[in-house]
């Protein structure tokens, strides 16, 4: 019974970082591919990220080019989180940010994910 919790969202200004935290509890922790998807009101949800329990990433061409260079996934086991950190935010970040976990590889679908957290709202405004 995997679970998932976000932590780390806020309001910060343009230029600014901010580090997101997934928490994961559950017997295919280490095994889980954790994947960061955000939703802006009235949009789809979007892939942003994505690691598997090997190590692995996503796809470069399943991300937007928008964040390329400004998020970083990352996955410390010993706490049982995940990491998403982003840098250079833009207005255009602003969202709210999920984790999810599926048992296969990083993929962008987000129907591919059957654990989801809540979210946190990432505002990025002057």
């Known amino acids: 019974q995997l679970q998932l919790v976000e932590s780390g969202g806020g309001l910060v200004q343009p230029g600014g970082s901010l580090r997101l935290s997934c928490a994961a509890s559950?017997?295919?922790?280490?095994?889980?591919?954790i994947g960061w998807f955000r939703q802006a009101p009235g949009k789809e949800r979007e892939a942003v990220s994505c690691?598997?329990?090997?190590?692995?990433?996503?796809?470069?061409?399943d991300y937007p080019d928008s964040v390329k260079g400004r998020f970083t996934i990352s996955r410390e086991d010993a706490k049982s989180t995940v990491y998403l950190q982003m840098n250079n935010l833009k207005p255009e970040d602003t969202a709210t940010y999920y984790c999810?976990?599926?048992?296969?590889?990083?993929?962008?679908?987000?129907?591919?994910?059957?654990?989801w957290g809540q979210g946190t709202l990432v505002t990025v405004s002057s």
């Open positions: 999810a976990a599926r048992g296969g590889s990083c993929v962008s679908t987000a129907a591919n994910y059957g654990a």
């Open positions: 559950g017997v295919t922790l280490r095994t889980a591919t």
């Open positions: 690691i598997d329990g090997r190590g692995g990433r996503g796809v470069a061409t």
